[in-house]
């Protein structure tokens, strides 16, 4: 086994709240340059830039996982993250039919840009992308569940758009894979004002919105190669696979 390190959770100029320095291009050379192994795109409602982040990863040499920052009836954020691209343009099928049309106002919220290879814009999306879908949690994973992806409920430590924040606090029957601290804060420390947190799997990550957030929190998996299959049973420590941070 070999250890891995990966920023699972970072946004592209696709999120409205995402800095127009990240394109896909800038976000996987800043990560090389981070040497980060393993690195989640998930931007909000949307999974239209992960085609491009697998290609622009396979080639550098850093594996990417594709997924997507839900945000759920309850404003609750999660990540989702699937196998490949044609699963995740799948599940973007249902977050077309889930999301609520609202317009962006770019000039309050920022502009949602999806670009090519060269950073040329392709397309500008016109509806809000940060705006809760039209269903729950459960119907979401369910979801996710169906297309055999990664669920991970965001920032769970935030006084706003996480688990805790919004349902005061976590459902045992929710089959999630493992819950995202955030970068402000520390696995450990949550640990201890949280004990009964003591045997899941917990996880940071950067939020990063800007280049220079990119790898400044994250997590490590010890796995024989970075695959979708592996992070998964390194999530759950099967077969001798672990995620630790530090």
């Keep these: 086994m070999k250890k891995f390190r990966a920023d699972l959770h970072v946004h592209s100029v696709l999120s409205p709240c995402g800095d127009l320095d990240m394109s896909p291009t800038r976000i996987i050379r800043e990560a090389r340059e981070k040497n980060i ?3 989640g795109i998930s931007d909000h409602n949307s999974t239209l830039h992960c085609r491009l982040m697998l290609e622009l990863g396979k080639e550098a040499g850093i594996f990417v996982l594709p997924g997507v920052e839900i945000n759920t009836k309850e404003e609750i954020h999660c ?11 799948e599940f973007q099928k249902f977050l077309d039919m889930q999301l609520l049309f609202i317009p962006n106002r770019k000039e309050v919220f920022g502009e949602q840009l999806v670009v090519n290879r060269t950073e040329s814009i392709i397309r500008e999306i016109d509806g809000l992308l940060t705006v809760g879908l039209n269903t729950g949690i459960y ?6 569940k169906r297309l055999g992806g990664i669920f991970i409920p965001a920032h769970i430590d935030r006084p706003h758009n996480s ?20 970068a402000r804060n520390s696995v450990m420390n949550f640990r201890k004002s949280h004990p009964e947190f003591e045997n899941l799997t917990l996880i940071t990550n950067s939020d990063a919105h800007h280049p220079d957030f990119i790898g400044r929190a994250t997590t490590n998996f010890r796995i024989e190669s970075p695959s979708f299959k592996e992070i998964l049973m390194a999530l759950h420590n099967q077969l001798h696979r672990k995620t630790f941070i530090g």
Excluded: H
Excluded at 139 to 144: C, Q
């Design 139 to 144: 119907i979401v994973l369910k979801e996710v």
């Design 163 to 182: 688990i805790i924040s919004q349902l005061g606090f976590i459902p045992p029957d929710l089959q999630f894979d493992a819950l995202e601290i955030s």
């Design 37 to 39: 192994d393993i690195l």
């Design 79 to 89: 990540l989702a993250f699937f196998e490949n691209a044609d699963i995740t343009d």
